[in-house]
């Protein structure tokens, strides 16, 4: 049996990064008690993947883990247990018990939903006029940095929302093992569009996590 | 803007941002209201260093537990994270509430070692704290400081207010009722200091006077007010099962030094090395209970998930049931995957047993610490291991499926000659002839045989408290015959260069003229001494220069034993006279037993109940 946990990635902590969260939650499973199974090998961890891994600096508000139990434990359990043996900044807030042969998250996953806060205060009249038109383009450029290189991509064709509120941009964009844009490159492509020249301070939210449905809709991951 | 929103904005451009965040797993943010008593322990080095410290961990927990006290953590940031925040005018904060040092009304430095003075200026600097405690105000906070180093406090004398000398953990919440007491009356900052020398165990420097002769030499020493005693005797706690050990400790998200839980399984050691400072100070040997230390891991291991408990102490291999303790933890451990490590085998106590039983869940290099490389000079320092305890030891390890093994020396040491360092060299070969002994087909592969030197730096409460260090050309002289004759295949040559163990031997003997000598260094960007990168050798010596005081006034100058040594006012418990019986003794290379074996009238037995060992009644 596996077990899907929903977690919240606190601001205080979002330059946290992946490695390190991977750590505390294979701690937290420790502290909790609860039937964990465990790799074999010399150094033996527990079984447990993640979604998708967030960028060092960025929360999130439904991130999802995956963790392969040694024997049944109900959601209730699962989501109380855990919830004492975690920091206040990775508190989780749904569990769903899932078989073994239940697909692999990741490879599931097909977009995510951000909210992007702009810490800045004139940058939200500048960048938020900006979206119609750069909707309206069939392509987009963007950066991409790998570990490697720097490529440029379109990113036009993986933005599916893309709206602006307030001080805040709101955004869908595709998150596939294969392509993905990340929000950095979506904020350098609008503040080209916008005319800004300068690095625009921003809170990075990632919200939900999406994959598609029997009907192609995008639908929270963990309810697939 | 606030604090926290100006933090925000400086994390976004620190490098290693998870050093400052905070709101780790088992930290413990209390009301600030609802507690009276605000006490700020500040690690002086960064975060990673500081999360490594079990000493904070057992405070930290110590005074939370008290409903009328609050304790936060600091932690010395790094160059760039100053600068930013001097851009931002941000003060140092804490980890916990985010709130700067100068709220706090106790500030409290954990002093485990010399070269972090200067981030002790740095972080009251930066929290806004008047450096010199002359400078205080009322509304200043009162800052303490304890730890090993607090023995010789002198050199701390201007910028500290009040030293807490041995144990903390008694001598901890009776100094925070005192300041507690001065809140509750509006007693005067002055009255508060009189009031904690008042205290067993507590040391106010301003409360004494200085006199020196022309040439540095103390003439002088002593007390300015009736409250403040003649001799500061050090706080012991007697029974460790009886004392405060936390059951949670907070678990970092960023890798630390030492990322584990410690089980401080005793403290103290009986084996009396002579240039082992900490071997003087934490006397008399305590021993944890098994039952309690079995409760402890069980505890702690549910409270943090860590993956490796490690035995703690001077000299693990001494504890009296060490087999026992190891077998009985991987019992009740063994279905939670957790590693039990050993971090300081004394090679003359490792029982083959326990070897194979670490192994069995983890196998990380052994280390061996012969200290030096002839019978002699470890005689002369009183490090009773012999070369075939050690081959023999090192054979049971490679045997053992072990093929890395790490061989610490000092060099410098009194009476040190060429062929004492030869002999580090011979002993290095010994060790990878012992590996090739092993069969082919039994042994690990890749032999690794690692030999640290380190320079002796001859330290307070030591039989060598009299002696010279080497001067920096004759370390150098050394090391660089060292490099020579440790050119054996498999072997691995580790040293430091000695300008760092130079200026820590100033420290460590240094007297309270010396204090200015770190103000000025401070002043002249001096900070992280600890750091290869950021070690200023130079503008030391200029702040020395500037100050006029010669270093090798404290490092390199043979005490005589009628001088006033600038920490005679403590007493540690070890008698002058029995360091001095010690100090004939190592030049004639004759040997002192081990207190299991009988006492050595050392002084502590004068405290009655102190010493188990004195009171087995064979002084
Ligand atoms: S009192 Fe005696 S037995 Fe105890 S530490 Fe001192 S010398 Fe050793």
Redo the contacts with the bound molecule.
Sequence with gaps: MRMLGVFEKGERIRHIGHLDIQRSFQRGLRRSGLPVAYSNGFNPHILITFASALSTGACGRREILDVTMASGVSEAEFLERMNRAMPPELQLSAARAVDDRHPSLMGMLCAASYEIVLRDPDCAEKLIPAIPAMMAKESVTATRKTKTAVKECDIRPLIYVLEGSGQSIFATLALTEREACKPGMLMEALSREAGLDREIRTLVIRKELLGKDEEGKLVPLEQL | MDYNERMEKILEKVQKAPRYTGGEMNTTIKRWEECPLHFGFCFPDTYEVGMSHLGMKILYGLINREPWSLCERFFMPWTDMIELMKAEELPLLSMESRRPLSDFDVIGFTLQYEMSYSNILAMMDLGGVPLENKDRGENDPIVVAGGPCAFNPEPLADFIDAFMIGDGEDVMTELNRVILERKEKGLTRAECLRNLAALEGVYVPSLYDVEYDDSGVITAFRPNCGEAPAVIRKRVVTDLNQTYYPEEIPVPYTEVVFDRIMLEIMRGC?RGCRFCQAGMLY??VRERSMEKLIDLAEKLYRSTGYEEISLSSLSSGDYSCLPELIRELMRRLKDQRVSISLPSLRIDSVLKESLEETQQVKKTSLTFAPEAGTQRMRDVINKGVTEEDLLEKVRDAFEGGWSSVKLYFMDGLPTETTEDLDGIADLARKVVEEYFRVPKEKRAKGLRVTVSASTFVPKPFTPFQWDAQNTIPEIIGKQDHLKKVLNIKGVHFNWHEPYLSFLEACFARGDRRIGAVLKRAYEKGCILDGWTETFRFDTWMEAFRECGLDPAFYANRVRDPEEILPWDHIDSGITKAFLLREKKKSEQALTTKD?RQG???????RWKGV?G??NAGSV
């Design positions: 009986t006397r008399p207190c006492c050595n009238g050392c002084g502590l037995q010493c060992y004195a």
